[in-house]
């Protein structure tokens, strides 16, 4: 069974700093895309970051580029998010969410953690 | 303008259809690209319904009912998703994204009222 557990969430004060983990199991995580999506209370899916299989390629989202920084361990089956220089727009759930490709068929979320909760205030 | 506009909300009775619209931003031809979809129901995390470029290019996620569909409309510029048979379960808030200069875009959501 695919699980995607995260850890690290908390309440932080603005221009704090946060580390996030998402231990995976189930499945063969180094050939998988991973990417970190947030989701603000009451409000909808937002992209943060996206890393691939080998860790060489890796993107972020406008609001997080230069702030946050994802990696990944693949001998130890573990994504993880540095957030830097909270803000409290980046309050939020943040997720770990898998991503496979066949060739250049992509298939984007087909498995999400629980997530973990960031809260940024002060 | 967003890369992905959603209407807001959207109702339909119990055994109609629906027929969500993810409408990608003008001058962004919606032809090549392949619309993700996503349920998410109070509470619950997000659900990989399905993924859908053209009849040929389609994919069903795991467990998803036939009854959930995807399309385009070429002359709106739009990715469609489409329900029939709705059921008071397919009560949720409806996601489409789409892989956009190296980034992961979703629309803003629409909410499904079955009344």
């Known amino acids: 069974e695919v699980q995607l557990v995260e850890s690290g969430g908390g309440l932080v004060q603005p221009g704090g700093s946060l580390r996030l983990s998402c231990a995976a199991s189930?499945?063969?995580?180094?050939?998988?895309?991973m990417n970190w999506v947030r989701q603000a209370p009451g409000k909808g899916l937002e992209w943060v970051s996206y890393?691939?299989?080998?860790?060489?390629?890796?993107y972020y989202g406008d609001a997080v580029k230069g702030r946050f920084t994802i990696s990944r361990d693949n001998a130890k089956n573990s994504l993880y998010l540095e957030l830097n220089s909270l803000r409290a727009e980046d309050t939020a759930v943040y997720h770990c969410?898998?991503?496979?490709?066949?060739?250049?068929?992509?298939?984007?979320?087909?498995?999400w953690g629980q997530g973990t909760l960031v809260t940024v205030s002060s | 303008q967003p890369v992905l506009t959603q209407p807001t909300s959207l109702s339909a009775s119990p055994g109609a259809s629906a027929r969500f619209t993810c409408t990608l931003r003008?001058?962004?031809?919606?032809?090549?690209?392949?619309i993700h979809w996503y349920q998410q129901k109070p509470g619950s995390l997000p659900r990989y319904l399905l993924r859908?470029?053209?009849?040929?290019?389609?994919?069903?996620g795991s467990g998803v009912p036939g009854r959930f569909s995807g399309s385009k409309d070429a002359s709106t510029n739009a990715g469609l998703l489409l329900i029939s048979g709705l059921q008071s379960e397919d009560e949720a808030d409806y996601y489409c994204?789409?892989?956009?200069?190296?980034?992961?875009?979703f629309g803003g959501g629409t909410k499904l009222t079955v009344l």
């Open positions: 969410v898998r991503e496979s490709s066949v060739g250049v068929i992509i298939t984007f979320g087909d498995y």
């Open positions: 189930g499945f063969t995580f180094s050939s998988y895309e």
């Open positions: 890393i691939s299989s080998s860790g060489s390629t890796i």
């Open positions: 003008s001058g962004i031809n919606v032809g090549p690209y392949r």
């Open positions: 859908y470029s053209s009849d040929s290019d389609t994919q069903q």
């Open positions: 994204a789409i892989w956009f200069r190296s980034t992961w875009v």
